[in-house]
Structure formats: structure tokens, C-alpha cells
């Protein structure tokens, strides 16, 4: 009978030990990997803090927080992760750092309200899961803080009854769990078959954010290039370029250029491209429509001219990406 090793047994370090002794195809997808020698398939926690920090960094916020549960090895990596791409960016994050051991159902909203309460503002929180964003916004609602004005909030697995259900509705990053079990399903059937694995890791990135209240915000202080941004944003998919944006906002094209790229880091081509080949992206992995229509619909003319725009900016094609991220 093969094994595939999740977090129930991860959780106990004894029944790790025993299934090592045990003589049959196992394939490790737990969150913990207890068992290095043991082929891992697990999502890409790297992958999952970047793209929290682009979203969050992509909104205007130049203070960053990290809200994690020490209980857990992958809130550590996230977290690690978090930091590193703010510094890369030449940015500080403050790491929630809560006083001495705590039991599994302690309820840490004070404690959490209390480091809520120093942190400069307006400031983009990352919640190590969407839990503990639920708490993040709870403490905010207790303090009085807006959110997401004064602190906008982001975080992972996308659980989307606690986060729709959160108040306000959680933004959150999007794992993609399918293919994380499919491939680890795939190779335990390689196994039974007699094929032979090591203990390699496969990290599955994920597939996007779920932008939900938490984070629907611009934290923009120059009120032309906000407008500008927020423009793109809702119009980038109609096919504008940027002449559409100076009638929107009446600016020269040099003065308004300057002023993005002190902000979000883009020209105003380069955010409306980014905001079409995000829905792009989205549109290949939750939907079976064709080029043809995602073209029509992300604001591409023609499918032929959106191939050549994703490899390039991708580096894949958009069938192959399909296939990776089904």
C-alpha cells in the first residue's frame, strides 16, 4: 500500500521516524517535511512572499510588516522570504515578535493590537496565512485603524470562506494546491511502478492574489500619478495606451512618466502591460476560453500579437503556461 505523507503525520515527528523503516513507495506533502529523504512537494513559500510584497509594494506602500505564527516552520520561511524582498528594495520590515511561549488556542489579537498600534503608517501587513490575517484585522478594528487606508493587509492560501467572510473581505495569495497534489500523485504512481525518486524538492508557485477590501487601495500621496495608476488599473483591459491616460489626467506625458517611476517603478506602458498580462495570466489558468478570446478580452488585437508579448515578458508561451498552472 504506497503512502503519501501529509500534514496529520507531519505533525508527529514519532510517525515519521516509523514510516522511514517502512518498505513502500512514500511521497512527503506536508508542510514540514520531517523526512528529507524523502521526494517533497510542497507550494513555493519564496514565490508566496514575493508576489505578497509585489501586491503590496504595487499599491503605493513603502512600510512593510510581517505578522507570522512561530508554531509553524513555513511561516519562519515566509517571513524570511517577506524580509528579503523588502530589503532588496532597499525597504525595512517589522516582524511581529510576540512575548514568550503560547499555547495553540491562545487568542494573540491584544498582543497583536498592541504592535499594530506602533507601526508607522500606512503600512502593508503580510499575514503568514489567511488566520492570522483575520486576526491582523480584527486588532485593527479594536485599535480603530482603517483599513486599508492605514493598514492594508495580505494573506496566503486563499481560504476563501474566512476570507470573504473577514471584515473587511481578506486579500490573500492564491497557492496553487491542485498541482501541488497532482504532481506529488504523479510520481507516487511512478513509484508503485517501480520508478525510483530521491529526496528532491518540487515547490509549485502560486497562481496570484485574490485582491479583496483589505488591500483596495492606492497609498499614493501625489494625487495625479494615484489617479493615473488607478486609471490604468481599471482600463488597462479596454486596449488604452497611454494618451488615454494624460486625457484622464491632465498631465505632460515626460512630467507624468517621472512621477510614476518614482512610485510604482514603471512607465505608464509598463503598468498598463503589467495589469494585461496579470489578467492574462489569470484568465489561462481559471478559465478554458482561447487566445482568441483572452486576447479580445485583456485589450490585445490580435492572439498572434499576445503570444509574442507574453513569451517575451513570461518567458513562456501562453499554452505552455496553461499546462503548468492548470
Known amino acids: 500500500m504506497p503512502l503519501a505523507l501529509g500534514n496529520a503525520a507531519s505533525l508527529a515527528p514519532a510517525i515519521a521516524r516509523e514510516l522511514q523503516k517502512i518498505r513502500l513507495p512514500i511521497v512527503d506533502i506536508s508542510a514540514a517535511r520531517l523526512v528529507p529523504s524523502l521526494p517533497w512537494f510542497e507550494t513555493d513559500d519564496a514565490a508566496i512572499a514575493q508576489m505578497a510584497f509585489e501586491h503590496l509594494r504595487e499599491r503605493g506602500f513603502r512600510n512593510f510588516a510581517f505578522c507570522g505564527d512561530r508554531r509553524f516552520n513555513w511561516s519562519t520561511w515566509r517571513q524570511e522570504h517577506f524580509e528579503r524582498a523588502v530589503r532588496a528594495e532597499g525597504g525595512n520590515c517589522i516582524p511581529y515578535e510576540p512575548a514568550?511561549?503560547?499555547?495553540?488556542?491562545?487568542?494573540?489579537?491584544?498582543?497583536?493590537?498592541?504592535?499594530?498600534?506602533?507601526?508607522?503608517?500606512?503600512?502593508?501587513?503580510?499575514?503568514?496565512y489567511d488566520l492570522r490575517g483575520t486576526q491582523v484585522l480584527d486588532a485593527c478594528r479594536r485599535l480603530a485603524v482603517p483599513v486599508p487606508d492605514e493598514v492594508a493587509v495580505v494573506g496566503a492560501d486563499n481560504d476563501e470562506l474566512l476570507c470573504e467572510l473577514a471584515?473587511?473581505?481578506?486579500?490573500?495569495?492564491?497557492?496553487?494546491?491542485?498541482?501541488?497534489?497532482?504532481?506529488?500523485?504523479?510520481?507516487?504512481?511512478?513509484l508503485m511502478s517501480g520508478g525510483k525518486a530521491r529526496g528532491e524538492t518540487h515547490l509549485i508557485p502560486p497562481l496570484g492574489v485574490a485582491t479583496r477590501q483589505s488591500t483596495d487601495v492606492l497609498a499614493i500621496e501625489d494625487q495625479h500619478v494615484s489617479r493615473a495608476v488607478r486609471f490604468i488599473r481599471e482600463h488597462a483591459c479596454d486596449g488604452i495606451n497611454v494618451q488615454d491616460v494624460l486625457h484622464a489626467v491632465p498631465q505632460s506625458r515626460r512630467l507624468l512618466e517621472a512621477r510614476i517611476r518614482k512610485l510604482p517603478g514603471r512607465t505608464p506602458h509598463e503598468e498598463i502591460l503589467r495589469v494585461q498580462l496579470h489578467r492574462v495570466k489569470q484568465l489561462l489558468t481559471e478559465t478554458d476560453l482561447t487566445l482568441e478570446a483572452i486576447a479580445e478580452r485583456t485589450g490585445f488585437n490580435h492572439r498572434e500579437y499576445l503570444s509574442v508579448v507574453f513569451r517575451r515578458e513570461i518567458s513562456t508561451p501562453p499554452s505552455r503556461y496553461r499546462e503548468q498552472n492548470r
Open 100 to 128: 514568550g511561549s503560547r499555547a495553540a488556542d491562545h487568542d494573540e489579537t491584544e498582543e497583536i493590537a498592541r504592535w499594530i498600534r506602533k507601526l508607522p503608517k500606512p503600512v502593508g501587513v503580510m499575514a503568514c
Open 167 to 190: 471584515h473587511p473581505p481578506l486579500s490573500s495569495v492564491i497557492p496553487n494546491t491542485r498541482r501541488t497534489g497532482y504532481e506529488g500523485a504523479a510520481l507516487l504512481d511512478t
